[in-house]
């Protein structure tokens, strides 16, 4: 039979094999705690990295439409730089004041705003359900009115189509296109 001095021993050194197991244990814990904040701390620093890489670089996009084909080609073009840079989104049309030789107007401003504001808004529920949008109506002559907007807005961007006219009748007509990239005083893509 043991003594009790053999017993106590016993009993202290059963006592230090469970305090070294609990240490390993607890050493072990702090080693998977410590590998979940570094993976942790590194997914943050990626995200932030990856974050600042994608720092929006255009805030407001401005859109003219005069609804032909090439205008419709550049709003997808616009709504993609829209989505890419969580901008807003702005659709213009500007109805172009047409004058009569005898000095009437071909359509009344007020009838033709709102013809085209009902077309933006197709436009708006069909290609614009994702991305903050607003929709402009104005009348005037269409270069002026486009760099105007975009100065009472702060575009950062026009995205724009372009005819691609030439030759006599861009001398006779001159060019929106042209005169909104030389003008305005941010940066003007077009596309055709």
């Known amino acids: 039979m043991a003594s009790s001095d053999e017993k106590d021993r016993l009993g202290d050194r059963l006592a ?85 030789p005898l000095g009437g107007q071909v359509t009344e401003p007020v009838i033709a705003e709102q013809s085209a504001r009902k077309r933006l808004e197709e436009i708006a529920n069909r290609d614009l359900a994702e991305i903050r949008h607003e929709l402009l109506v104005t009348t005037g002559n269409v270069a002026e009115r486009v760099i105007s907007v975009q100065a009472g807005l702060a575009a950062d961007l026009i995205v724009m189509g372009t005819h691609g006219r030439g030759g006599l009748r861009k001398l006779f007509i001159g060019s929106v296109a042209e005169r909104i990239v030389r003008e305005a005083p941010c940066p003007v893509l077009t596309t055709r």
């Open 16 to 100: 230090n094999i469970e305090k070294v197991r609990e240490d390993q244990w607890a050493a072990e814990r702090d080693r998977e705690l410590l590998a979940k904040l570094r993976q942790a701390a590194e997914a943050r620093a990626a995200a932030e990295q990856q974050r600042r890489e994608t720092a929006s670089v255009f805030n407001r996009i401005l859109c003219p439409l005069d609804f032909e084909e090439v205008s419709l080609k550049a709003l997808g073009l616009a709504v993609r730089l829209a989505a890419q840079n969580n901008a807003e989104l702005y659709l213009l049309h500007v109805c172009p004041v047409v004058m009569i």
